[in-house]
Structure formats: structure tokens, C-alpha cells
């Protein structure tokens, strides 16, 4: 069963953004729908039985709600854990794309193996091997 929770992420560089995600952490392009200038208006990414929204930062009424990492000075009020078979892998990915680790890998107290980064513009993401469904 798809998930019923989708989170929705704003980029300055989508289309840089969706070929790092889809490169580095695994995710499909599901659907893309051009924006102007080059940019992406609305982007579905999958990975497994999860999806993520993509879409270009902009000035509009939705947009005057978010703000970017680094906006923010690179703080956050979320993080997305993403559940992989092997963290390792794709650690080895994510370093060898220079991205910034804010937690090296290693065994994770829930279990499993876990790390953290940044993404090219901030977001941070937290990727293991710890399936939250299967703890229940």
C-alpha cells in the first residue's frame, strides 16, 4: 500500500536536484511538469512504496510560507528518514558526491545502520536500514 503521508520539498535547482536524488538516494521520477525558465513546477519522485513532492522555490502565495535552508542559516524543523537495504551503499554514494555528512554512518540505537546528510542545497536527510513498520 502507498504511503499517506508525502513530503513536499522546495529547490532553487530542481533539475539538479531531482538527478541528485534519483542518483545519490534512489529515487524514480515519477512525473515532471515543466515550470518556466527551465525550472520544474511539480515533480513526484518514488522509492519503494514512498513518494516525494518536488518543486521549484518561488515567490508565490505557497512559497511566501517556506523558507530554504539556507535562508534559514541552515537550520530546520524536520528531516526525512529514508528506509534503504543498504546504508552503506549508499552512503559511499552520497560522500562520492560531496554532499556534507552531518552524522558518519554507523549502527543506529533503533537498530540497523544509519547516517545523515545534507543535500546539495541543505535539506537534511537521515538514511538507514531501520524499518520504523516492521519495530510495531
Known amino acids: 500500500m502507498p504511503s499517506t503521508v508525502v513530503p513536499c520539498l522546495r529547490y532553487r535547482d530542481t533539475p539538479a536536484m531531482l538527478d541528485w536524488l534519483c542518483t545519490n538516494l534512489g529515487f524514480t521520477t515519477r512525473l515532471q511538469i515543466p515550470g518556466r525558465n ?9 522509492l ?9 522555490h518561488s515567490d508565490d502565495t505557497y512559497g511566501q510560507l517556506l523558507t530554504t535552508p539556507e535562508q534559514a542559516g ?9 528506509h534503504v ?42 538514511v538507514g536500514t531501520y524499518d520504523p513498520w516492521d519495530a510495531a
Open 38 to 46: 527551465g525550472q520544474v513546477a511539480h515533480a513526484e519522485l518514488t
Open 74 to 82: 541552515g537550520l530546520l524543523t524536520q528531516t526525512i528518514w529514508l
Open 48 to 56: 519503494g512504496d514512498g513518494m516525494l513532492m518536488v518543486g521549484t
Open 85 to 126: 537495504d543498504s546504508a552503506d551503499e549508499v552512503y559511499a554514494r552520497v560522500v562520492a558526491s560531496g554532499a556534507t555528512i552531518v552524522q558518519p554512518i554507523d549502527d543506529a540505537p533503533q537498530g540497523g545502520r544509519a547516517f545523515a546528510c545534507r543535500d546539495p542545497e541543505g535539506h537534511v536527510w537521515q
